[in-house]
């Protein structure tokens, strides 16, 4: 039996009303269920059908080259067997051999599905059909067994063809009886694949749990028969479902299941629909890149197999994607392909949903006329069909066009059918877009109270798809692409608030910012105190393995392919390979990892922290010393909650626009001052205490006098996570060309970072009990990066070097530990030595003289890999940081690139994905790298870069840097702040003093504001 995989229910776009306009939105593009056909070799009736004479010679003939042909699978090879098969049933039934014939007729309908021709396949399927009915009427003994086995085959297929077809009614006896016949003979292959045909039809019906029984009895029976393919099918199936339930970890599960056993049997058609689904998942959670890899992937296979009905469904998902990149012509141009290839092959579920695709992206363009044809022409056809998730979605998109007209009542009415739609099929991601436009007209009415109901109703749902959505980054995009829903709910409260300031709406409001951060980090802090290896499966272990040695060597690679590169064009094909490479590879990593959790037994049991209100705060996280100052940045207005141990206030910010347009300019004279060599230092100065002391103006003022001698723990958002806190002015700006003494913030406080109040309270718990390291100092520094580094071409250690008192500062300080660019984290022979991370490295033995040192050549990952790390108090690490924004996971710290010989080192990086497998014991890990405070900005999450890698590996706190920072005075600033430290003092209070020695002897912030501290602060003694 060979089993075919057909397009079928589409989870479709939706739309998402804005505070103040209609907003389009895909949230999903089609996922597949596999329909099994069956497909048996051609079995010869007794004699009452024997053919005579050549003829029958000749159409056997035919019949059998048409297989050869059908078994190829490409779309010229199908046409073929469609020629073959039809002089095939010409002889027979001009032979009166009718029952022969129904049986190449069933091929034929075979064939006509595998190109997507569903009309033509059913009109076979039904005659030959009745030519087998017909038979068990009058044949007997084996006769009859063979006329019923055709007869029991074709009933399964014909059903299918009918759901595809929508005719859901005749779908439905077709299948039942099957199943009944199946049954009665004892066929168990027969009878599964009925089953895995109830199951879809259950499924694009709203019964999910019920598609989900009947899938497993199929999938019983499959693996019990070895039939590979049926239960790569059915695998498929399950998936889809779990899809459309919201959890997307079980989906990609099944999904993956299926591909290697479709790729055994070589089953193109199956594994490219396979494909497309995994596709739709990362679409789903946000990954729009890798979701665009896998949908090309299912497309060029569709294309070779001359699948149309399912190059159709791809080109739609295609098109979802460019939409949402903001490619509207392109979009409507490949909607407008996919429109025409399901006209083509009859599939009027494909046809509404490119039809309500090409109306959503007329509305995106304010085409509202003519948005509203297509619209009414896709829900006729979504009516006709019985797809009720469909119709929803047209429902929703119809409302939408009546909201923007201000017609909001009619918009109430399109919305509230389509959310009973969606509640109707358990489509849960409808569900929550429905109730948010819902929500949106119900404010915009002024009808607060009912729209805090709905939109509540629909943060209760996000958190249960959040819950289902698989660990680690792609819960974290999944999330990211949720915080609309947060800030929404937010300006609310706040907005319910300023009407009833008694009423506690900014407490609530202050819990949902809370509740919408880091909850990812959270999570990987939570899983960090179990070892997901412990008695793992030694396969799973051994795959992990190798894909972080394949990670190394596309790494390595890369690096030889630009070496050799001739052209920009030519290196921009080379990066963009490498992209996709170590993408698949990084995905088919977390797919382990979610491997070793879910076979955890202790990480079933796993209970994540939840996030805290602000009480709570209060009571886990301030002292009488410490305030939170807790930024949420919205497009119309921000807030700030400032929280202190036994109060709280609430301030209303300018929009998010204004406030990172200011951030932004103040971080960049930050970065290109120079006012050491300035000709005029205060008026280089000036020119960064105007955009800062505006930011000051814009986040700071409105607490100036609360905050007074206090320290300030930070909860940045957006741009802010860029700001250097220590060193914004303390001051209004001057009118124009009035000088001013530049008094940063550092001057009166600790500044504490980090990604949530939450975090501190789950790594307090985390660390309590944790007994202190033994030893006290680990440093790395001084790694050679080139062959033509003297410690290479000399063959002569490094002559030592001492720490003078004061380090001149001239123009090498232009010259900063500079950040890779993005996709070149890989060995490069332009690093420059870094000579003040040695002078580093003899202040800090200066003060801890048993320091375990590595410098030179061993400065190497074999020393993370022999050195027992856990036994460290303090980490230090001076070196090159290697930000790679786009793949954080590629991010991380650069070691040593060559040996004595200056042949390149296997591995010159320690990479973020080594630093979260590392273990430590550490109460403070010190990054005197570049950068390495920033990594993708991803909304909810605020910076992931290497900070997150080293809290999961054990560090209490983290010392990071917003830019490149200059070598020299990076050597001073550390030396000063390891030798405070050393008088017990907390981290961010010795941090503050090495700043304010050099702000006082430098000013310029470039110089010593880089550094902030991230994570506890108080010491282990204050705990």
Not at 27 to 51: F, H, K, M, N, T
Request: proline share 4%.
């Amino acid at each position: 039996m060979r089993w075919g995989l057909l397009g079928g229910l589409v989870l479709p776009w939706v739309v998402a009303v804005g505070m103040a306009q209609a907003a389009i939105r895909p949230i999903a593009a089609p996922v597949e269920w596999g329909v099994g056909l069956a497909d048996e070799a051609l079995e010869l009736p007794g004699e009452w059908l024997v053919a005579q004479g050549a003829e029958t010679e000749e159409a056997l003939r035919l019949y059998q080259e048409g297989r050869e042909l059908l078994e190829q699978g490409t779309e010229e090879s199908l046409r073929g067997a469609i020629e073959k098969f039809e002089a095939a049933i010409k002889f027979y039934e001009d032979n009166s051999i009718v029952f022969l014939g129904a049986i190449v007729r069933y091929w034929l309908g075979f064939t006509y599905v595998n190109l997507g021709y569903n009309r033509e396949a059913l009109s076979q399927y039904q005659v030959a059909f009745l030519i087998f009915e017909a038979a068990t009427q009058q044949a007997t003994g084996e006769d009859l067994e063979t006329a019923r086995s055709w007869r029991d085959k074709t009933l399964p297929n014909l059903g299918a063809v009918y759901n595809y077809l929508g005719e859901k009614q005749k779908a439905i006896e077709a299948y039942n009886r099957a199943l009944s016949l199946s049954r009665e003979s004892g066929n168990q292959s027969n009878e599964a694949l009925t089953l895995n045909n109830i199951g879809m039809l259950y499924s694009s019906l709203g019964e999910k749990q019920r598609a989900l029984e009947v899938y497993n009895q199929a999938l019983y029976l499959l693996q019990k028969l070895e039939v590979r393919d049926g239960e790569a099918a059915t695998l498929s199936n399950i998936g889809a479902v779990y899809s459309a339930l919201g959890e997307k970890d079980q989906a990609l599960n099944y999904f993956n299941q299926a591909i290697p056993l479709l790729r055994a049997i070589d089953n193109r058609h199956g594994e490219a629909s396979a494909l497309h689904n995994i596709g739709t998942v990362y679409l789903d959670l946000g990954e729009k890149k890798q979701a665009l890899e896998y949908f090309e992937q299912a497309l060029n296979l569709r294309k070779v197999v001359g699948d149309r009905g399912g190059e159709a469904n791809t080109l739609n998902a295609i098109g979802v994607i460019y939409w949402d990149l903001g490619e509207s012509t392109q979009a409507l141009e490949i909607q407008n392909q996919a429109l025409l290839l399901h006209q083509s092959v009859g599939d009027r579920t494909g046809e509404a949903r490119s039809l309500n695709n090409i109306a959503s992206i007329h509305m995106a363009g304010d085409n509202k006329k003519q948005a509203l044809v297509y619209l009414e022409e896709a829900l006729l056809l979504k009516r006709a069909v019985g797809d009720l998730a469909g119709e929803a979605v047209v429902l929703l998109n119809i409302g939408a066009i009546h909201s923007d007209a201000e017609e909001k009542d009619r918009a109430l009415e399109y919305y509230n059918q389509a959310l009973l739609l969606d509640r109707a099929v358990g489509n849960i991601s409808g569900e929550v877009y429905t109730l948010w436009n819902i929500a949106a007209v119900q404010r915009s009415q002024n009808n607060l109270t009912a729209a805090l109901t709905n939109i509540e109703t629909a943060i209760a749902l996000i958190e249960q798809l959040r819950a289902a959505a698989p660990a680690g980054e792609l819960r974290q995009t999944y999330f990211a692409e949720q915080q609309g829903y947060y800030q929404f709910y937010t300006d609310l409260l706040m907005q319910l608030h300023q009407q009833n300031p008694d009423q506690g709406h900014d407490i609530e409001a202050f819990h949902i910012s809370e509740r919408s951060r880091a909850r990812t980090l959270l999570e990987l802090l939570a899983e960090s105190q179990l070892n997901l290896r412990d008695d793992a499966n030694s396969e799973l272990l051994e795959r992990e393995r190798d894909l972080l040695a394949q990670l190394t060597a596309q790494q390595q690679l890369l690096t030889q392919r630009l070496g050799n590169a001739q052209t920009p064009e030519e290196q921009a094909q080379i990066r963009q390979d490498y992209t996709t490479a170590t993408n698949r590879i990084s995905s088919e990593l977390d797919a382990v990892i979610n491997q070793l959790k879910r076979q955890n037994p202790a990480y079933t049991d796993l209970k994540y922290p939840e996030p805290l209100d602000l009480a709570q705060v209060q009571q886990q996280i301030l002292d009488e010393d410490t305030v939170l100052l807790q930024y949420s940045l919205h497009p119309d207005q921000s807030y700030l909650w400032l929280v202190s141990k036994d109060g709280y206030e609430t301030h209303i910010l300018p929009p998010q626009k204004e406030i990172e347009e200011t951030a932004r300019s103040f971080y960049r004279q930050i970065q290109i001052s120079n006012c050491q060599n300035a000709p005029n230092t205060n008026a280089c100065l000036d020119r960064l205490i105007t955009p800062g002391a505006a930011l000051y103006d814009q986040i700071l003022a409105p607490v100036a006098q609360q905050i007074q001698g206090k320290r300030l723990l930070i909860v940045p958002d957006g741009a802010l996570h860029y700001v250097p806190f220590a060193a914004i002015p303390q001051t209004s700006p001057l009118p124009k060309g009035t000088e001013q003494d530049y008094q940063p913030l550092l001057t009166q406080h600790e500044i504490v970072h980090a990604p949530s109040a939450t975090a501190i309270a789950t790594q307090r718990q985390n660390l309590r009990d944790r007994p202190p390291a033994p030893q006290e100092l680990a440093i790395l520094a001084d790694p050679v990066f080139s062959a033509t580094d003297p410690r290479v071409t000399s063959k002569t250690p490094a002559s030592p070097v001492t720490l003078s008192s004061t380090i001149p500062l001239n123009t090498d300080l232009l010259l900063g530990r500079a950040a890779l660019d993005r996709g070149l984290c890989t060995a490069n022979t332009t690093l420059q030595r870094l000579p003040g991370t040695r002078r580093e490295a003899k202040a800090l033995q200066s003060h801890s003289p048993d320091a375990s040192t590595v410098l030179d050549f061993e400065a190497n990952q074999d020393w993370f890999e022999t050195t027992a790390l856990d036994q460290y108090q303090t980490l230090f690490f001076s070196t090159h940081g290697c930000i790679d924004s786009q793949n954080p996971g590629l991010s991380g710290l650069v070691l040593s690139l060559v040996d004595e010989n200056g042949q390149a080192e296997p591995d010159g990086f320690l990479r973020l994905n080594e630093i979260f497998n590392l273990r430590l014991n550490a109460d403070l890990v010190v990054l005197s790298a570049c950068q390495t405070g920033l990594g993708e900005t991803i909304k909810g999450e605020g910076m992931v870069g290497m900070t997150r890698g080293f809290m999961y590996a054990g560090a209490e706190r983290v010392v990071v840097s917003l830019w490149n920072v200059n070598d020299n005075a990076t050597a001073e600033l550390m030396s000063q702040f390891y030798g405070t430290l050393q008088q017990d003092k907390p981290a961010s209070a010795a941090l503050r003093e090495a700043q304010l020695a050099l702000w006082e002897k430098y000013q310029e912030p470039r110089l010593w504001a880089a550094f902030t501290l991230q994570g506890e602060w108080l010491g282990r003694e204050e705990e």
